[in-house]
């Protein structure tokens, strides 16, 4: 590292602005940054509204809209290794643009098509679209990142940066698709539509056009040489229970808010608290959490959220009361991912020796993927099969605590 770089990083360590950050990266870097902003504005423009538009406007059935609503999933993140592997054969630039190209088509047919046929072909471009470009892009900040010739930024100030930005993304979409339904959902889709012309337009012009890092080879060879690889293996299991625990926001704190106050109304400004809260804090918890040392500590922290959730939940607080809890749990969850993400990102191309980042942050993907299929089915059964009263109730927080802490026990004994 030259004497340049280092003293812009000493000076960039006491600063914590998003845009002073940003300013600092390379191009390369500031791209792939923007780049996951946007991805998250115009995707969750219209996505956290599909399920009321598939079942209130169009009076589909709720199964059906649960099979859509997997489907996604499954295309997405079941698939992210077969979008990292592309990656790695044919180059970042052609998978982004081909995902970019499949976004558009699967919002344009979720505009024009209200037929089941329509509706499932759309759900899965959309789907497919992330599971191409997401790990093409995670692999191509960290090569964007991981060298000297990036004169600000370290591998993990460029996924701290990377995660706050996403969180932007994450929280203006759904207002600007609140905005744009009063119009019509079809307009929504359009625009989000748009927004993936743009950055497919940006990428054509300012992504450079390098070849694959594993252009020649078989295709199988390169899979063996990333299921073979145990130490990544143990890291990616442990690591997916960060993303079961994430995945909670979407199953018990919904079913949480619900009983305390009598419907889900407030549940839109905890995921504002959470976005909030790590836009403000997160390149200042990763200027302190920087080493492998961190990850046991972030999940941690995580697991203390579901501790706090499972030990007042026989008090079965109501009202105000009852949704205090809920933003403790937010807050410290929110926490603990701040501290984990970038991190954990920043060792995958160690673990990896710098080679494959695309097959290897894809199936990093996957593995969080089959675990929080696997989770949400063990905690929802948990829901079901326990008593809603005592400490019954406690059981599905209790339940992702304990493997939260399992996970932070492998990652502390693990050589990473």
């Known amino acids: 590292m030259t004497g340049t770089v280092a003293r812009t990083r000493r000076r960039l360590?006491?600063?914590?602005?998003?845009?002073?950050?940003?300013?600092?990266?390379?191009?390369?870097?500031?791209?792939?940054?923007?780049?996951?902003?946007?991805?998250?504005?115009?995707?969750?423009?219209?996505?956290?509204?599909?399920?009321?538009?598939?079942?209130?406007?169009?009076?589909l059935r709720a199964a059906f809209v649960?099979?859509?609503?997997?489907?996604?999933?499954?295309?997405?993140?079941?698939?992210?290794?077969?979008?990292?592997?592309?990656?790695?054969?044919w180059g970042v630039k052609p998978v982004v643009i081909a995902g970019c190209v499949c976004r558009i088509l699967g919002f344009a047919a979720l505009a024009c098509f209200t037929s089941v046929a329509g509706i499932v072909v759309a759900t899965v471009l959309i789907g497919f679209a992330g599971a191409l470009f997401s790990p093409a892009v995670e692999s191509a900040l960290a090569t964007a990142a991981g060298g000297a010739q990036d004169r600000g930024l370290t591998r993990t100030d460029a996924f701290a940066l990377f995660s706050a930005f996403g969180q932007v993304g994450a929280f203006t979409g759904p207002l600007l698709g609140s905005l744009l339904l009063m119009a019509d959902f079809a307009v929504a889709c359009l625009v989000a539509a748009a927004v993936f012309v743009a950055i497919l337009l940006a990428h054509l012009r300012w992504l450079?056009?390098?070849p694959g890092t594993h252009s020649t080879g078989n295709w199988l060879d390169g899979w063996?040489?990333?299921?073979?690889?145990?130490?990544?293996?143990?890291?990616?299991?442990?690591?997916?229970?960060?993303?079961?625990?994430?995945?909670?926001m979407y199953l018990l704190l919904p079913l949480e808010v619900e009983r305390a106050?009598?419907?889900?109304?407030?549940?839109?400004?905890?995921?504002?608290?959470s976005s909030l809260f790590v836009v403000v804090a997160q390149l200042r918890v990763t200027r302190?959490?920087?080493?492998?040392?961190?990850?046991?500590?972030?999940?941690?922290?995580?697991?203390?959220?579901?501790?706090?959730?499972?030990?007042?939940?026989?008090?079965?607080?109501?009202?105000?009361?009852?949704?205090?809890?809920?933003?403790?749990?937010?807050l410290l969850l929110a926490l603990g991912q701040m501290i984990v993400i970038p991190v954990s990102r920043n060792l995958v191309p160690r673990i990896a020796s710098e080679r494959r980042l695309g097959s290897y942050y894809g199936l990093l993907a996957s593995i969080g993927g089959l675990g929080v299929l696997i989770g949400s089915v063990i905690t929802g059964a948990l829901v079901d099969l326990m008593p809603s009263t005592g400490w019954g109730s406690a059981a599905p927080w209790g339940t992702v605590a304990v493997a939260l802490v399992a996970g932070a026990l492998v990652l502390r004994r693990g050589k990473w």
């Open 13 to 59: 360590a006491g600063r914590s602005s998003l845009l002073t950050n940003l300013a600092a990266a390379t191009p390369a870097v500031r791209l792939l940054v923007l780049t996951q902003l946007a991805f998250n504005v115009g995707f969750f423009m219209v996505l956290p509204y599909l399920s009321v538009y598939l079942s209130q406007d169009l009076g």
């Open 66 to 89: 649960g099979a859509v609503l997997g489907l996604r999933t499954f295309a997405q993140q079941g698939l992210f290794f077969v979008g990292g592997s592309f990656a790695d054969r």
């Open 208 to 210: 450079p056009a390098d």
């Open 224 to 248: 063996r040489e990333v299921i073979a690889n145990k130490t990544f293996l143990v890291f990616a299991v442990a690591m997916s229970t960060q993303l079961v625990a994430y995945n909670q």
């Open 261 to 273: 106050w009598g419907s889900q109304a407030p549940l839109g400004w905890y995921f504002a608290l």
């Open 288 to 330: 302190r959490a920087r080493s492998a040392a961190a990850l046991p500590v972030g999940l941690m922290v995580m697991a203390a959220a579901f501790v706090v959730m499972a030990l007042l939940a026989p008090a079965r607080l109501e009202g105000v009361a009852g949704l205090l809890p809920a933003a403790a749990f937010v």
